[in-house]
């Protein structure tokens, strides 16, 4: 559950599955479902192909159901939604679904679910650029980290939130602006404390966020550097949906810069990340 502060996420797959299949060998049924759920969720997390994360989530429900571990399967379910919503499918019901869960874990007080929802439902906010919904959300939404803090869920919404902040910034102006400046400095400060205490799964998500603080600032020139150093990390560490939110973070600053050309170009390459992620409902938004 917890490599991933020193070592690359994907190291972590393989044993996450070994923890599966031994609790299963030794009657903990209990901790073989929660690696189970935390290796589908960190393999959603390295950009693995949404439709097979449908397939394998689709197939441990079956799993939970028959080992009777409900409290497993609603974070499942969560995912699920989460996913289906990504590639355009029952994108309504989705929405339905990850409110019921809040309610429910409202109702059992059951905060690691709520936080996972929360970190779920930030990151369908961000990756359909809906930044208004997006800082809304965070505002209310409390210390997610708090109850998410030994997983690596913890640290994507961190970087979900500091760049929700730095786009509420941009767009901002007076005391508002300073506040939300003030808000994402003080997450990305997490962020840049884990990088440098060896956590190489930050690394793009400072470049991003350092892009987007050069943008507010009018940086020009560090902004084409960071979101370049952005699209370059992402890419060679095989997260394939930052990469394609790189590249569309990368054209709206081109566009605003008046540089259609490397705004177009941008543009493509994000629509061929999230193409080849299977986050279609993302592509029909592009087209």
Same mark, same amino acid.
């Given at each position: 559950?917890?490599?991933?502060? #020193?070592?690359?996420?994907?190291?972590?797959?393989?044993?996450?599955?070994?923890?599966?299949?031994?609790?299963?060998?030794?009657?903990?049924?209990?901790?073989?479902?929660?690696?189970?759920?935390?290796?589908?969720? @960190? *393999?959603?997390?390295?950009?693995?192909?949404?439709?097979?994360?449908?397939?394998? *989530?689709?197939?441990?429900?079956? $799993?939970?159901?028959?080992? /009777?571990?409900?409290?497993?399967?609603?974070? #499942?379910? #969560?995912?699920?939604?989460?996913?289906? !919503?990504?590639?355009?499918?029952?994108?309504?019901?989705?929405? !339905?679904?990850?409110?019921?869960?809040?309610?429910?874990?409202?109702?059992?007080?059951?905060?690691?679910?709520?936080?996972?929802?929360?970190?779920?439902? *930030?990151?369908?906010? $961000?990756?359909?650029?809906?930044?208004?919904?997006?800082?809304?959300?965070?505002?209310? =939404?409390?210390?997610?980290?708090?109850?998410?803090?030994?997983?690596?869920?913890?640290?994507? @919404?961190?970087?979900?939130?500091?760049?929700?902040?730095?786009?509420?910034?941009?767009?901002?102006?007076?005391?508002?602006?300073?506040?939300?400046?003030?808000?994402?400095?003080?997450?990305?400060?997490?962020?840049?404390?884990?990088?440098?205490?060896?956590?190489? /799964?930050?690394?793009?998500?400072?470049?991003?966020?350092? =892009?987007?603080?050069?943008?507010?600032?009018?940086?020009? !020139?560090?902004?084409? !550097?960071?979101?370049?150093?952005?699209?370059?990390?992402?890419? %060679?560490?095989?997260?394939?949906?930052?990469?394609?939110?790189?590249?569309?973070?990368?054209?709206? &600053?081109?566009?605003?810069?008046?540089?259609? &050309?490397?705004?177009?170009?941008?543009?493509?390459?994000? %629509?061929?990340? &999230?193409?080849?992620?299977?986050?279609?409902?993302?592509?029909?938004? *592009?087209?």
């Amino acid at each position: 559950f917890c490599y991933h502060w #020193t070592s690359p996420l994907q190291d972590t797959i393989a044993p996450l599955l070994d923890g599966y299949q031994i609790g299963l060998e030794i009657g903990d049924t209990s901790t073989a479902c929660w690696c189970l759920i935390t290796r589908i969720h @960190y *393999l959603f997390c390295v950009g693995r192909s949404l439709d097979c994360i449908q397939k394998e *989530l689709e197939a441990s429900i079956r $799993v939970m159901t028959l080992l /009777n571990h409900d409290d497993v399967k609603l974070n #499942t379910i #969560t995912l699920l939604a989460t996913v289906k !919503k990504l590639r355009g499918i029952d994108a309504n019901a989705g929405d !339905k679904i990850l409110d019921s869960m809040l309610a429910t874990a409202a109702s059992n007080r059951d905060s690691f679910l709520s936080a996972a929802v929360n970190s779920m439902k *930030l990151e369908v906010f $961000v990756f359909y650029q809906e930044w208004k919904e997006a800082v809304d959300f965070v505002r209310k =939404a409390g210390n997610v980290r708090l109850f998410l803090s030994s997983f690596f869920g913890a640290v994507r @919404y961190t970087f979900f939130e500091a760049l929700t902040y730095v786009r509420a910034a941009q767009s901002a102006s007076g005391w508002k602006r300073r506040q939300m400046k003030k808000c994402a400095l003080q997450t990305i400060q997490l962020i840049r404390g884990w990088a440098k205490n060896g956590n190489v /799964n930050v690394v793009h998500y400072l470049y991003i966020l350092e =892009a987007e603080l050069a943008v507010l600032h009018g940086k020009n !020139k560090k902004a084409k !550097k960071s979101f370049n150093d952005a699209i370059i990390t992402s890419s %060679r560490n095989g997260f394939i949906q930052d990469r394609a939110l790189a590249h569309e973070l990368a054209s709206a &600053y081109f566009k605003a810069q008046g540089d259609d &050309y490397w705004g177009n170009y941008h543009i493509e390459c994000s %629509r061929a990340c &999230y193409q080849e992620w299977g986050c279609i409902g993302k592509v029909e938004r *592009l087209l």
